[in-house]
């Protein structure tokens, strides 16, 4: 099956920092690549996404890269906040049998210091 | 957000009993799933569902079961809860099985 590995575990930057998570994936059949935020407590949220046929997608000041070659994928933060302090998790999903799941990395903890 | 519901919540119960972990979803998604949240682990994927009366394992099932009789609820049950099921169980909904939408959780301990 599938296997995600995400980088770093944890990540701490100044208020204003950019800061770049990194995902790996396994499955080349791999074609949605989803990233979520969940802060304390919370559940996790749908912040971006990607499809296989796009290389690159931005939302304002979070952006997502895809190289489908290394098998890579990674999550940009510009202009770093405090309310950007949260874990974000990676995910990917081979299309199987017309409907898919959804592997997740471990996470990332994001601290944005004020 | 209010599209999904879990109940309960909160819930404590002890070794070997069975528990039953309630998800509503109001968009009429075609497909539901199960997930556990421990530290270290991210979120794995328990059991899912494409439509009513088909579902699946996911990557940890053992000690699970789920039923889906109506497309709008996907009920999981631990039949003999042991510790190390004590975790924050996550039910999520998918129209297209993409996006998911995940619901508030359950905190579950077992004693």
């Known amino acids: 099956g599938e296997n995600v590995e995400q980088h770093p575990s944890t990540l701490s930057v100044q208020e204003g920092d950019s800061a770049v998570i990194k995902c790996t994936y396994s499955d080349s059949a791999s074609n949605y690549f989803p990233w979520y935020k969940q802060e304390l407590g919370k559940r996790p949220q749908l912040i971006i996404d990607?499809?296989?046929?796009?290389g690159e997608k931005k939302d304002q000041r979070i952006a997502v890269t895809l190289n489908k070659t290394a098998k890579h994928f990674s999550l940009h933060i510009t202009e770093t906040q405090p309310e950007d302090s949260a874990v974000y998790f990676c995910a990917a999903s081979p299309l199987n049998s017309g409907y898919s799941t959804l592997t997740f990395g471990k996470g990332t903890m994001l601290l944005v210091s004020p | 957000d209010a599209g999904i519901t879990q109940s309960p919540r909160y819930k404590i119960t002890e070794t070997g009993r069975q528990v039953t972990l309630m998800c509503h979803q109001t968009?009429?998604?075609?497909?539901m799933f199960w997930y556990r949240q421990d530290l270290g682990h991210g979120l794995r994927l328990i059991y899912y569902?494409?439509?009513?009366?088909?579902?699946d394992k996911g990557e940890v099932p053992d000690g699970y079961v789920v039923s889906r009789s109506k497309t709008e609820n996907f009920p999981l049950t631990l039949e003999s809860a042991t510790r190390s099921q004590t975790s924050v169980y996550f039910c999520?909904?998918?129209?297209?099985?993409?996006?998911?939408?995940f619901g508030p959780g359950t905190r579950l301990t077992v004693t």
């Open positions: 999520a909904s998918s129209k297209q099985g993409y996006e998911q939408y």
């Open positions: 569902s494409a439509a009513a009366d088909i579902t």
């Open positions: 968009w009429s998604h075609s497909y």
């Open positions: 990607i499809r296989s046929n796009v």
